[in-house]
C-alpha cells in the first residue's frame, strides 16, 4: 500500500542515524582521560600515521632532514665564515628536523610527555595532519636540505641521496592526499545534489557520526565508489576541526563540509 512504501522509504532514510542504526544508543561525547573527548583515536599522533608504513616512511623523511640538519651546522662550526643568511638557514633545518623525529616518531605507545608536544604542535601545524600538507611539506624539507648540503659544498653525494628520498616521499603523500581530496568532494557534490536536511543523518542530540555511521550515511545518497576503512579514517581526520585524530564527524564539520566553498584537501 502507499502508507506502507512511505514507511519503508523513511526507515531506509534514517538507517544511519545514531538513533536507530544497529540499535545504537546517540554517541557519548563526555568522556574525558588520555584518549580526547571523543573516547577515541590517539591524541599523540595524526590520523595520516594510522599504519607502521607511513610511520616508518615519515620517520625515515625526518632522519633525512635532522641528519641534513646536523652535518650542514657542525660544518659551519668547524668552518666558520660570514655567511649568516646561510648559517641561519641551517638551523631553521636543523630545528625542522626536530620537530619531525618528534612527530613521527613510530612509537606504538609514546609517553604521556610526548603526546603532549605531539598535541600542541599538531595545533600550530594543523595540515601535518593531511598527506597534502605533509607531502608539500617534505618537498619543501626536500629542497633545503639540497640547497644545505650541495649548494654550500658540503657533500653532493649525501645531499643527493637524502633529496631523492624526500622528494619521493614528498610525491608520493601528495599525490595520494589529492586523490582522496577528489574523491570526498564528488561525494559532497553528490551528498548537496540530494538536497537532504541535516536532520536525515543527525538523531536529535546526538553529537556525531561514528565512523560507520558517516560510511552508510554517504553511501546512501553517492554513487562514488565506496572509501576503505583506512580512507575513511583519513577523510574523517581531513573533516575535523581539530588535530585529534577521534573518528567522529560533528554537525559543524559536517555542513562546514558540504557548504559552498573550496575542495577539502586530505
Given at each position: 500500500?502507499?502508507?506502507?512504501?512511505?514507511?519503508?522509504?523513511?526507515?531506509r532514510?534514517?538507517?544511519?542515524?545514531?538513533d536507530v542504526?544497529g540499535?545504537?544508543?546517540?554517541?557519548?561525547?563526555g568522556?574525558?582521560g588520555?584518549?580526547?573527548?571523543?573516547?577515541?583515536?590517539n591524541?599523540?599522533?595524526?590520523?595520516?600515521?594510522?599504519h607502521?608504513?607511513?610511520?616508518?616512511?615519515?620517520?625515515?623523511?625526518?632522519?633525512?632532514?635532522?641528519?641534513?640538519?646536523?652535518v650542514?651546522?657542525?660544518?659551519?662550526?668547524?668552518?666558520?665564515?660570514?655567511?649568516?643568511?646561510?648559517?641561519?638557514?641551517?638551523?631553521?633545518?636543523?630545528?625542522?628536523?626536530?620537530?619531525?623525529?618528534?612527530?613521527?616518531?613510530?612509537?606504538p605507545?609514546?609517553?604521556?610527555?610526548?603526546?603532549?608536544?605531539?598535541r600542541?604542535a599538531?595545533?600550530?601545524?594543523?595540515?601535518?595532519?593531511?598527506?597534502?600538507?605533509?607531502?608539500?611539506w617534505?618537498l619543501?624539507?626536500?629542497?633545503?636540505?639540497y640547497?644545505?648540503?650541495d649548494?654550500?659544498?658540503?657533500?653532493?653525494?649525501?645531499?643527493?641521496?637524502?633529496?631523492?628520498?624526500?622528494?619521493?616521499?614528498?610525491?608520493?603523500?601528495l599525490?595520494?592526499?589529492?586523490?582522496?581530496?577528489?574523491?570526498?568532494?564528488?561525494?559532497?557534490?553528490?551528498?548537496?545534489d540530494?538536497n537532504?536536511?541535516?536532520?536525515?543523518?543527525?538523531?536529535?542530540?546526538?553529537?556525531?557520526l561514528?565512523?560507520?555511521?558517516?560510511?552508510?550515511?554517504?553511501?546512501?545518497?553517492?554513487?562514488?565508489?565506496?572509501?576503505?576503512?583506512?580512507?575513511l579514517?583519513?577523510?574523517?581526520?581531513?573533516?575535523?576541526?581539530t588535530?585529534?585524530?577521534?573518528?567522529?564527524?560533528?554537525?559543524?564539520?559536517?555542513?562546514?563540509?558540504?557548504?559552498?566553498?573550496?575542495?577539502t584537501?586530505?
Amino acid at each position: 500500500s502507499r502508507g506502507s512504501r512511505r514507511h519503508s522509504r523513511r526507515i531506509r532514510a534514517m538507517a544511519f542515524r545514531g538513533d536507530v542504526q544497529g540499535g545504537q544508543q546517540p554517541l557519548n561525547f563526555g568522556g574525558g582521560g588520555s584518549q580526547g573527548i571523543y573516547g577515541g583515536g590517539n591524541p599523540g599522533e595524526s590520523g595520516i600515521e594510522k599504519h607502521l608504513k607511513w610511520k616508518v616512511g615519515f620517520f625515515i623523511g625526518a632522519v633525512c632532514v635532522t641528519l641534513a640538519g646536523v652535518v650542514s651546522f657542525f660544518y659551519f662550526i668547524f668552518n666558520p665564515q660570514w655567511a649568516p643568511c646561510s648559517f641561519l638557514s641551517q638551523i631553521f633545518l636543523l630545528s625542522f628536523g626536530l620537530l619531525m623525529l618528534v612527530l613521527d616518531f613510530p612509537s606504538p605507545h609514546p609517553y604521556e610527555h610526548l603526546k603532549t608536544v605531539r598535541r600542541h604542535a599538531f595545533k600550530l601545524v594543523m595540515f601535518l595532519t593531511r598527506f597534502t600538507g605533509r607531502g608539500a611539506w617534505y618537498l619543501f624539507l626536500g629542497s633545503m636540505v639540497y640547497v644545505a648540503l650541495d649548494d654550500e659544498q658540503i657533500s653532493w653525494f649525501l645531499g643527493l641521496v637524502l633529496t631523492l628520498y624526500l622528494i619521493f616521499l614528498g610525491a608520493f603523500s601528495l599525490a595520494k592526499g589529492v586523490m582522496l581530496s577528489l574523491h570526498l568532494n564528488k561525494v559532497r557534490h553528490d551528498i548537496v545534489d540530494s538536497n537532504r536536511d541535516p536532520s536525515t543523518y543527525f538523531s536529535r542530540n546526538q553529537p556525531g557520526l561514528s565512523k560507520e555511521q558517516f560510511k552508510t550515511a554517504i553511501a546512501a545518497v553517492s554513487r562514488q565508489p565506496p572509501f576503505t576503512d583506512d580512507e575513511l579514517e583519513y577523510v574523517i581526520n581531513a573533516l575535523s576541526f581539530t588535530p585529534t585524530n577521534d573518528n567522529i564527524v560533528t554537525m559543524e564539520e559536517w555542513l562546514y563540509w558540504i557548504s559552498p566553498g573550496p575542495i577539502t584537501m586530505v
